[in-house]
């Protein structure tokens, strides 16, 4: 890519700009003000600069040298953008964003290296982290709550490479994601109840498939007298209710000593008197007692984790309880699982960008040790088998009828006759708008 030609009147007003700017008037100034006392000093440095830009571009310029100094400069025109839930950097000269499930490259770029690097350390600086040699890889997180992850030499070999992933400054509700056809409205209806009267569930996919957006909009149903304790890496979760107490992991400091982690974290919730637990994700040897909030008396709990299906995220939960120790037959441990669990949920983000529900799958624990799972609802591909690419296909129920029905009546909840019939729901024919997820 040819290098800007307004590069260098960018770099010279950003050096003048702080050399000239009297610190102690502007730490009286708030940030609206600042911002305008700048603005204008920049304004006149650039058309003292080059006379012959036009009106447009000197805007441009001096919207971009702002960012320099108050935002995440070429970037932060990306993280203005609501449509945009990821932001790629590999290199200073490239930069992916991803739109509604489809990632593209975008016509921006850093001067250098160095120039990148600046930009990355002012993000982690903010999380009381440091990215250098000895520390080449970081996990922050912006002030808005994004994600960012971070690599420089020696660990990335083409430059430093940034990734920051969006947070979505607004929640989906159940009906929204209906709308968005991620699931059908008997899906929607199905999972609602289930969370209400407090079935165990997981929700398993992939990264980016909206795994965060669907457990968010499942917590709307949770009833608001119940003390609800979340555990993230990084607070995603909105919930609506008012009895909420968020947790948040943190990383070591850069002495290595102060990291608390999600096992930390849930073992101390089950000291809170928490009615359920919400995991923003299960990756580890958390899973044990995760596991054992869902079979002590705290039903109800959800959790996501990756997986590429209803049975692959099974066995995952087995290879974790491993991770934690748990020195016990294969039977036993499959037993723990599958009386844990009530419904795994999948999901997946199509070729096309699309996320979709592809599954809801009930396990059913069996005598000996062995569980089985039995799909309720699906997503088909069409008879084309296009679906993974276009979207296109139908929802339909499978002909099972869930088990939890019976524990369901007991709460005097129950279902039309026919309702978990063997039929095709609802067709998919017009690819539609789906929310980013995570």
Same mark, same amino acid.
């Given at each position: 890519m040819t290098a800007d030609p307004h590069d260098t009147i960018r770099v010279l007003v950003h050096q003048q700009l702080l050399e000239t700017l009297d610190l102690n008037r502007a730490n009286k100034l708030d940030q609206p003000a600042l911002e305008l006392e700048c603005e204008r000093r920049v304004r006149s440095m650039v058309a003292s600069m080059d006379r012959k830009l036009d009106p447009a571009d000197r805007d441009r310029l001096v919207r971009e040298i702002l960012d320099e100094v108050f935002g995440l400069g070429p970037l932060q025109s990306l993280m203005d953008d609501e449509e945009v839930s990821d932001i790629l950097v590999n290199g200073p000269e490239? =930069?992916?964003?991803?739109?509604?499930?489809? *990632? #593209?490259?975008?016509?921006?770029?850093?001067?250098?290296?160095?120039?990148l690097l600046n930009v990355i350390r002012r993000i982690v600086r903010h999380s009381g982290r440091r990215l250098d040699e000895s520390s080449p890889m970081v996990d922050a997180r912006l002030p808005d709550g994004s994600r960012v992850n971070a690599v420089m030499h020696p660990v990335a070999l083409d430059g430093p490479s940034l990734s920051i992933r969006r947070f979505l400054s607004h929640s989906f509700s159940l009906e929204d994601l209906v709308q968005r056809r991620m699931l059908c409205p008997e899906m929607a209806e199905f999972l609602e109840v289930c969370v209400r009267w407090r079935m165990n569930v997981i929700i398993s996919g992939g990264s980016g498939a909206g795994k965060?957006?669907?457990?968010?909009?499942?917590?709307a149903s949770i009833s608001a007298d119940e003390r609800v304790v979340t555990i993230e890496d990084a607070a995603e979760l909105k919930l609506l209710q008012e009895h909420v107490v968020r947790l948040e992991t943190r990383p070591p400091n850069v002495e290595g000593a102060g990291e608390i982690t999600t096992r930390d974290a849930v073992r101390n919730a089950l000291r809170m008197r928490p009615d359920r637990i919400l995991v923003g994700e299960c990756r580890g040897e958390e899973a044990f007692d995760m596991l054992q909030a869902m079979n002590s008396g705290h039903s109800g709990s959800m959790t996501t984790m990756h997986a590429n299906g209803p049975v692959?995220?099974?066995? !995952?939960?087995?290879?974790?309880?491993?991770?934690?120790?748990?020195?016990?037959?294969?039977?036993?441990?499959?037993?723990?699982?599958?009386?844990? =669990?009530?419904?795994?949920?999948?999901?997946?983000?199509?070729?096309?960008?699309? !996320?979709?529900?592809?599954?809801?799958?009930e396990v059913r624990p069996l005598e000996g040790g062995? $569980?089985? *799972? #039995?799909?309720?609802?699906?997503?088909?591909?069409? /008879?084309?088998? !296009?679906? $993974?690419?276009?979207?296109?296909?139908?929802?339909?129920?499978?002909?099972?009828?869930? $088990?939890?029905?019976?524990?369901?009546?007991?709460?005097?909840?129950?279902?039309?006759?026919? /309702?978990?019939e063997a039929r095709r729901l609802h067709a998919d024919e017009i690819a539609g708008e789906v929310p980013d997820g995570t």
């Open positions: 490239q =930069i992916f964003v991803e739109r509604n499930g489809k *990632i #593209e490259k975008v016509p921006l770029r850093f001067r250098d290296d160095d120039h965060t957006t669907l457990l968010n909009a499942l917590s692959d995220a099974f066995r !995952r939960l087995e290879s974790m309880l491993c991770m934690a120790g748990m020195d016990v037959p294969v039977t036993v441990m499959r037993e723990y699982v599958g009386s844990a =669990i009530d419904l795994v949920v999948q999901v997946e983000r199509l070729g096309s960008g699309l !996320r979709k529900v592809t599954s809801i799958s062995a $569980a089985q *799972i #039995e799909d309720i609802f699906r997503f088909a591909l069409d /008879a084309e088998g !296009r679906g $993974a690419e276009s979207g296109l296909g139908y929802y339909e129920a499978t002909g099972c009828r869930p $088990a939890l029905l019976a524990r369901l009546r007991t709460f005097g909840v129950g279902f039309p006759e026919g /309702a978990f």
